[in-house]
């Protein structure tokens, strides 16, 4: 399966990455290498076999309804390119959606 | 040339729970300290793993119970990816494929007695988190947006009905419903200044063409109605639009993609939202931190049969077994379970429905409005109030005097718990008993006649209103007799 450099370009703007023409070029490649490795597993006969949703074989993992200890204010915000003391600091935002 | 309305909801309800969907900070509404409750888990930071709260599914599931729809056996948690300030993970954790429930549907009640309730199908219903807040600079500075990431992670069930709507004002009764539903079923506060019920609404038309075909025109989807009243209005505003946009270029929904616009409540208008280049891409996938959830037919059963009765079945109950109108059915349902439960008790004990109905929604609303009190805080049992309008009916006192016993106890700061004892003790201190010894007011009639000779003679040459002063004097003879039936006998002996 080979993935078209129109492909790789709206992956990549869904990914919110950019991407230059050489990288275009070579993330195409490689990633239809990546996709013809995978494609190995269209060989298995699946006829009757149910889907599996989940790697482990695990269901119901809960927690109780328990608040427990929140981050610290200046912790939540440490990592974050720009704060005000209190909030998260993003370029404006136009509109809501 | 005419037209269809075409709607259907999206709504999205905020789950009662005290802690987040996948981790365990507080859901407090707590605007004055912006992100003071997140965690790793929440604000998406590496290596941080979401556990689901089990309260959230049982809410969520008694939410889907009581819109009717099926509930799977199993259900899985996908991740649906698009990038926004507020959305710290760069992915929405939610249901794509299996939801945990689908296929119900929610009537909405007859607007006046002997029509027809509307059934409007319930397309599914899912399990998601919601979004943090963005909070826009307005010092004009232009200086960015401000995010708080309290409510990020927030339970919340999205309900997306069949577009089963045809006009605004149906839209909003839907609403109605839909919130009293949540609210008696204990599963949301359903409180819109908070944002705990938030609206999407799809709207287009359906045109009739000259050949009897119907064209529809492209949807519009108008985001974020925080009021019922704004979805009513927005609704209402896009349909005029869309009449005169269809009439102007004649754009199908073949022509046009879906667009999706805001509400602007100030102007009464919607507007058009940016349109992104593309259309949206979630590309939804399972997520690998989260496993499946399985029910079990017993555990499904056993959580329908603790489902509370929900409004719909309690309005026509109160029609069919207490002979109340729609409007007093909806009275008394609007004030919540527990005024319901308090109407059920007394007028079970009474027989009486209309009688309780009228007490509450006169005497008893009003003492807990002028005492801003809560039906919990409110001194008067159910019991209590069924034993003194039992005395009424039974005419052991008069109507006038149950509404003075009442008022007296429920005097004073903080009034004692009304019981039966201290309705009789109330009555029996101030005589308000009505008098039943038939014999001894005939007598006292007799009496009365006997001396005054000139007053009957009055009466009997046609002065109806010498009657008046008989009976006061009767009365005052014979104190707690009931004056209706002092009346009644004394014109029988003075006719007889
Ligand atoms: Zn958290």
């Known amino acids: ?97 | 040339m005419s037209y269809d309305v075409i709607i259907g909801l999206e709504v999205h309800v905020q789950l009662q729970t005290q802690t987040k969907v996948f981790c365990g900070c507080s859901t407090a509404f707590n605007p004055q300290a912006p992100n003071t409750q997140t965690c790793p888990t929440c604000l998406g930071l590496p290596g941080a793993l979401p556990v689901l709260n089990k309260k959230a599914f049982e809410l969520a599931v008694q939410t889907a119970m009581g819109l009717n729809c099926e509930i799977p056996l199993f259900t899985k948690w996908d991740r649906k990816q698009y990038f926004y300030p507020d959305l710290p993970k760069g992915y929405q954790i939610s249901q794509y494929d299996l939801p945990f429930s689908r296929n119900g549907h929610l009537d909405i009640p007859p607007a006046t007695d002997g029509d027809t309730p509307i059934r409007v199908r319930i397309l599914r219903a899912h399990l998601e988190e919601d979004a943090g807040k963005n909070l826009h600079d307005e010092s004009g500075r232009g200086a960015g947006s401000m995010i708080d990431l309290n409510r990020a992670g927030t339970p919340l069930v999205e309900i997306v009905t069949e577009p089963d709507l045809r006009n605004a004002m149906s839209a909003r009764r839907f609403l109605e419903e839909l919130r009293l539903l949540l609210v008696y079923l204990g599963v949301s506060d359903c409180n819109m200044q908070e944002g705990s019920l938030r609206c999407d609404a799809n709207v287009n038309l359906h045109v009739h063409g000259p050949d009897g075909t119907k064209i529809p025109t492209p949807i519009v989807e108008v985001k974020n109605l925080n009021s019922f009243r704004f979805t009513e209005q927005a609704i209402e505003f896009e349909v005029a639009r869309q009449w005169e946009q269809y009439q102007k270029t004649g754009q199908t929904i073949h022509d046009a993609p879906k667009v999706t616009r805001g509400f602007d409540p100030d102007r009464g208008m919607t507007y058009a939202l940016r349109e992104k280049e593309e259309a949206a891409d979630y590309r939804y996938f399972p997520d690998p931190d989260l496993v499946p959830v399985t029910v079990t037919e017993e555990q499904l059963s056993l959580w329908r049969s603790r489902l509370v009765e929900s409004p719909a079945s309690r309005r026509e109950r109160f029609r069919q077994e207490y002979g109340l109108s729609l409007y007093d059915a909806q009275v008394i349902l609007d004030q919540g379970v527990l005024f319901a439960d308090y109407f059920e008790q007394v007028a079970s004990q009474t027989k009486d429905g209309k009688q309780a109905a009228n007490w509450l929604t006169q005497e008893v609303q009003r003492v807990l409005n002028d005492r801003r009190w809560t039906l919990t805080e409110f001194p008067f049992p159910a019991p209590a109030l069924g034993h003194l309008l039992s005395l009424v009916s039974t005419k052991k006192i008069t109507g006038k005097s149950a509404k003075d016993v009442f008022n007296l106890l429920v005097e004073g700061d903080e009034p004692e718990v009304v019981t039966s004892e201290t309705i009789d003790a109330t009555i029996a201190e101030r005589g308000l008993a009505l008098v039943e010894d038939t014999g001894a007011i005939d007598m006292a009639i007799a009496d009365v006649i006997g001396r005054n000779p000139k007053a009957v003679q009055d009466f009997r040459s046609g002065k109806q209103a010498a009657a008046g002063a008989l009976i006061g004097q009767v009365m005052k003879a014979v104190k707690g007799a009931d004056p209706q039936s002092v009346r009644e006998r004394l014109l029988k002996q003075l006719e007889g």
């Open chain 1, 1 to 97: 399966m080979s993935l078209s450099a129109k492909d790789v370009e709206k992956v990549a703007r869904l990914a919110r990455l950019r991407l230059n023409e050489t990288d275009i070029e070579q993330y195409a490649a490689q990633l239809s290498q990546i996709l013809d490795y995978a494609a190995i597993l269209e060989a298995v006969e699946t006829e009757g076999v149910e889907p599996m949703v989940h790697a482990i074989e695990l269901a119901n993992v809960w927690r109780e309804d328990e608040i427990l200890t929140s981050l610290p204010r200046q912790q939540a915000l440490q990592n974050s390119p720009a704060q005000d003391g209190k909030h998260f600091v993003v370029p404006q935002i136009l509109d809501a959606s």
